[in-house]
């Protein structure tokens, strides 16, 4: 399926009169630095000018290319497909007006004809798919920065919102699917092929229903074992469960099967969008964690609370060796505590927040580290940034600076050095509890 996601040629079908659907698609291919060849079709023919480049509108699609996004009326899809079969390898449908408002029969006159022709369909009733490692923005959702994330979602609406939340936390993504009904493709399609994708370093999955439960669970034990994948499954409820299925036409299915299959396999299971980027943001850092976790914080307060979430989450406060504890004496002020949560008190700058760090990195019973700050106004947040990028250490480290005006500068700085920032304490922690199942997995997976 590599070509719907690094095409080097596309057609779009549709109107192309500002605001419809087919040309908002057109907009984000041309503004999006697509450098393959483009062509827009309209019976009507004419041209159509996006971002001073003036493309001729073809009447009908004369020549190959490698993916066709179609944005008309339901009932001319499958004879638009049986005319252009030859000439294209994937047809992303963007129409809606198929199985899921009941017009099952004309849903499987489009897969006959697309299967008939060897073509791929990603569809119907979807908002398109980008390439993001390719320049290729095939959707009319807000365009994003290139990164490791490959987001697939069953709702379009979903997809977008989820893409610009994405934007607004600094994720960068290597590709979006959204495939609506999932009519040819489906979930566990783009699931296996981003689990061999080399630009895709985490996948993340909104679902409300699948449509081949033994394939999905075969694919899903395939693709944790490459990469984290994580999952928001919506339809657990029994009315949630109806509205998924009004929704894409898809039957939901039973939550609790859903959640033997995530857990089998160390799926990471969230419970809503901000949890989403949370973990993706986790997964960008690290690959995995243990679940003995050391916590430094200038603040005892927040030390406290990240004490508190990680007990609930199933975590443990490691318990530092007697080296560890005479080492940070040696090197703490008196007034500090050198038990885990270890507190650094208000005053603490670079040395001491550098030198803590490397201590309890070197400590064997101690698998990851949280770092909390809350800098008084006369420590600049960037100076205790500074300590975490030049600590010498292979463990996880995530870092909770807080808040405001206050810590933008550093947070900047970290995120400059490939450390995310997490606005509380217990997002933190829950953060090294995602890294810990995916320790747990490799474990399993070693020893299989």
């Not at 109107?15 to 659907?21: E, H, L, Q, V």
């Not at 040819?184 to 630009?199: H, I, Q, R």
Request: some cysteine; charged content about 25%; aromatic content about 8%.
């Amino acid at each position: 399926m590599e070509f719907f996601f690094y095409p080097s040629s596309v057609a779009v079908f549709g109107s192309f009169k500002k605001g419809a659907i087919a040309y908002e698609i057109l907009r984000n291919i041309i503004e999006g630095g697509f450098e393959g060849d483009v062509t827009p079709v309209n019976p009507k023919g004419g041209d159509v000018e996006i971002a001073n480049v003036r493309l001729k509108v073809e009447k009908k699609l004369e020549k190959n290319v490698d993916v066709a996004i179609i944005a008309i009326p339901a009932k001319f899809v499958p004879p638009l497909i049986d005319e252009i079969g030859d000439k294209i390898k994937g047809a992303v449908v963007i129409s809606a007006g198929f199985s899921e408002v009941g017009n099952v029969e004309l849903e499987k006159e489009l897969i006959e004809k697309a299967r008939d022709k060897g073509v791929k369909v990603v569809g119907p009733n979807c908002a398109g798919i980008f390439g993001v490692h390719a320049n290729f923005f095939g959707s009319f959702e807000v365009r994003v920065n290139k990164g490791g994330l490959a987001l697939i979602s069953q709702s379009g609406a979903f997809g977008g919102a989820a893409l610009a939340m994405g934007n607004e936390e600094g994720i960068g993504f290597s590709a979006f699917v959204s495939y609506g009904n999932a009519a040819d493709l489906t979930e566990s399609d783009f699931l296996k092929y981003f689990a061999d994708d080399k630009n895709t370093k985490v996948i993340a999955l909104y679902i409300e229903g699948v449509k081949d439960g033994r394939k999905f669970i075969e694919v899903l034990k395939y693709a944790t074992s490459k990469k984290p994948v994580i999952i928001l499954k919506a339809g657990k409820s029994k009315s949630g469960s109806k509205a998924a299925q009004s929704h894409t036409g898809s039957m939901a299915g039973s939550y609790e099967i859903y959640r033997a299959a995530f857990c089998q396999f160390n799926a990471i299971e969230v419970e809503e969008m901000e949890e989403l980027f949370e973990a993706a943001k986790t997964f960008e850092m690290y690959e995995s964690g243990g679940k003995r976790i050391a916590i430094i914080t200038n603040s005892g307060g927040p030390g406290v609370l990240a004490t508190d979430k990680a007990e609930k989450l199933g975590l443990e406060i490691a318990k530092l060796s007697e080296k560890t504890i005479n080492a940070l004496m040696e090197s703490l002020p008196p007034q500090c505590s050198v038990k885990n949560p270890v507190d650094l008190i208000a005053d603490a700058d670079y040395e001491r927040y550098k030198k803590t760090i490397e201590i309890l990195c070197r400590d064997e019973n101690v698998d990851s580290l949280l770092i909390i700050c809350v800098p008084p106004i006369f420590i600049p947040s960037e100076e205790i940034a500074r300590a975490i990028i030049d600590t010498n250490c292979n463990k996880p480290i995530v870092v909770n600076f807080m808040a405001g005006d206050l810590v933008k500068n550093g947070i900047r700085l970290l995120d400059a050095h490939g450390f995310k920032n997490f606005l509380t304490p217990e997002r933190a922690v829950r953060a090294l509890k995602w890294l810990s199942l995916r320790k747990v997995f490799s474990n399993q997976d070693q020893s299989q």
